[in-house]
């Protein structure tokens, strides 16, 4: 099976783009990044592409009159690079419902808490606000609605005493570096596929489940 040729976009650090590119290192995830797309031109993540050899572009949203401007030259990079997969990786930017159509089912985001609790922004401020025990991220295919769609990989992290919005958003973070690499393993070979808007694992041994212990 040929390596996927994979398109990140991102909006800033790029920590999540970190933890593909170095699981893309593997031959075992059988993808490959061949173009790295921000709308913002002093992302961190650029930085990290470039280290890597990645080529890189920057489309900046403000240059476009509408999304779907804006949408459609993303749409037109990332056709000319080849990409085959989409990873949204801390993308900033609401999508028009054109370009999620365009790629659906091939179009993929990590959110940072446990889908479908805490759409949006300010994930762990309000988790921690509810006092719940448990938090994590999301690995799931794009919809319109957003932060909703089949979810591909959870990762669990405990809520401690004490925890602020920051220290569990490093705490998940943790977790996100692991649940992105191996959602995009799951997908790059062939072993997820969407049915009745489930994602379906073919039930050999790597789960989408990955739960963390406080230390690691
Ligand atoms: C991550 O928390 C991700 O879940 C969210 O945006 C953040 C991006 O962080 N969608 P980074 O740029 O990957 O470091």
Known sequence: MAALKVGVLISGRGSNLQ?????????ATNARIVLVLSNKADAGGLVRAAEAGIPTAVIDHKAYENRAGFD?????????AGVELVCLAGFMRILTDGFIAAWRNRMINIHP???PAY???DTH??????????AGCTVHYVRPELDTGPIIVQAAVPV????????????VLA?????YPLALRLLATGRVKVEDEKAILDGRPVSGTILMNPSE
């Open 19 to 27: 933890a593909l590119i170095e699981a893309c290192r593997d031959p």
């Open 72 to 80: 459609g030259e993303l749409d037109r990079q990332l056709k000319a």
């Open 113 to 115: 808490s446990l889908l």
């Open 119 to 121: 759409r949006g922004l």
């Open 125 to 134: 401020a309000r988790a921690l606000a509810d006092g719940v025990k448990l």
């Open 160 to 171: 401690v005493s004490g925890d602020t919005p920051e220290t569990l958003a490093a705490r």
């Open 175 to 179: 977790a996100e570096h692991r649940a």
